[in-house]
């Protein structure tokens, strides 16, 4: 069953890796067709996420080329494949994750598309969805915190981040905020940081050393740190013994030649999760969902948008997102 659709629409992909150069808008691409338990979805805000900037570059391989870039978008169902579930007709609005989200139209699974309660607006839902649920799973899941914990976030203002500084202050933990300006850590105070630190990145040394000082040279809990490469030799130091370094992310670059007997000493934990590891199935994603909406609708949590950009400002949003310069999330709108 379908609404009318077009044959082609707008879009952004590559045809090969490289620089922000790669990104081609384009008004020519085939519109895809939703097969077994899929949706076709008629994008109206696209949620632009660092992982984008990897299958760019090449970070993450491409499964083929030209490649729509986009993991997440929320809109309206134009058209469904055979058997998808009875809450996702055509005309519902949804929220879902999947590739190929920079463009009018997008293909997703049933199994990662959510129905939207009239209380949120589909904008809300597309900036909020998998950052939001990140940050739900990582305390949940990852190393599930509990109040009273220190835990120390990397990158605390950005699109993730803001949301463990808020879900950490409702568990009652106490956030160690780091990012790479003060007025980024004081908008991670804001949203619910306890203290802040600079990454001194000049002297790993002296950040390593104040992270101690606050937690009377315990160490933290846990750290949740998405800088990778550049940060985690100093987040490690700051571990507590049997606590957890959660590594989810490699804004700085991947972290490689790691020796498992450096965990050894204060026998740590070391995690390297993904959302989609958590949510795989509609049974896991649906709950998560539904306690998203809640805690924005009813704890007032806030889903802050640092710009909506037309699609066709695509290589703008990404150098903003790329030079560190953006907080909270940034939007397309085809
Ligand atoms: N594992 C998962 O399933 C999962 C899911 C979602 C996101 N993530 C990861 O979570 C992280 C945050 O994603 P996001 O979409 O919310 O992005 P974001 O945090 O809004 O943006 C990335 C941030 O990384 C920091 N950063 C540190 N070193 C950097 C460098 N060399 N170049 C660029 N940025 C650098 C910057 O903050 P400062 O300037 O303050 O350092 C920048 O604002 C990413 O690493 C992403 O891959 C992982």
């Not at 080329?65 to 469904?80: N, S, V």
């Not at 009377?216 to 130091?237: R, Y």
Request: net charge neutral.
């Amino acid at each position: 069953m379908a609404t009318s659709v077009p044959k082609t629409m707008k879009g952004v992909w590559i045809e090969k890796n490289g620089g922000i150069e790669e990104l081609q808008y384009r008004t020519d691409i085939p519109v895809p067709e939703p097969k077994e338990g899929q949706v076709l979805v008629k994008n109206e805000f696209i949620g632009i996420n660092y992982i984008d900037t990897y299958f760019r570059t090449g970070l993450y391989p491409a499964p083929h080329f030209p490649y729509i870039l986009g993991r997440e978008g929320a809109g309206t169902i134009a058209a469904t494949g055979p058997n998808t579930p009875s809450d996702l007709v055509p005309g519902t609005r949804v929220a879902y994750m999947a590739q190929t989200a920079y463009a009018e139209y997008t293909v997703a699974e049933a199994n990662s598309t959510v129905p939207l309660p009239e209380s949120i607006d589909t904008k809300t839902a597309a900036a909020a969805l998998i950052q939001a649920l990140t940050a739900l799973t990582l305390i949940r899941e990852s190393h599930p915190v509990k109040k009273g914990d220190w835990v120390l976030v990397t990158a605390a203002a950005g699109g993730v981040g803001l949301w463990l500084c808020q879900l950490l202050r409702a568990v009652g933990a106490r956030t160690i905020a780091t990012a790479s300006t003060e007025e980024k850590r004081q908008l991670a105070k804001a949203n619910g940081a306890e203290v802040t630190v600079e990454y001194h990145e000049e002297d790993r040394d002296k950040f390593v050393k104040e992270v101690l000082e606050i937690t009377g040279g315990e160490g933290v809990h846990v750290v949740f740190d998405s800088v990778g490469k550049a940060t985690f030799d100093a987040v490690l130091a700051t571990v507590r013994r049997k606590g957890s370094l959660v590594s989810f992310g490699n804004a700085s670059g991947a972290v490689t030649g790691f020796a498992l007997g450096r965990l050894a000493p204060k026998n740590i934990k070391l995690l390297r999760p993904t959302l989609f590891g958590y949510i795989a199935s509609r049974e896991e994603l649906l709950p998560y969902a539904d306690e998203l909406w809640n805690l924005i609708t009813k704890d007032n949590l806030t889903v802050r948008i640092h710009e909506v950009y037309p699609l066709e400002d695509v290589q703008r949003a990404t150098r903003d997102i790329e030079s560190r310069k953006t907080t909270g999330k940034l939007l397309l709108k085809p």
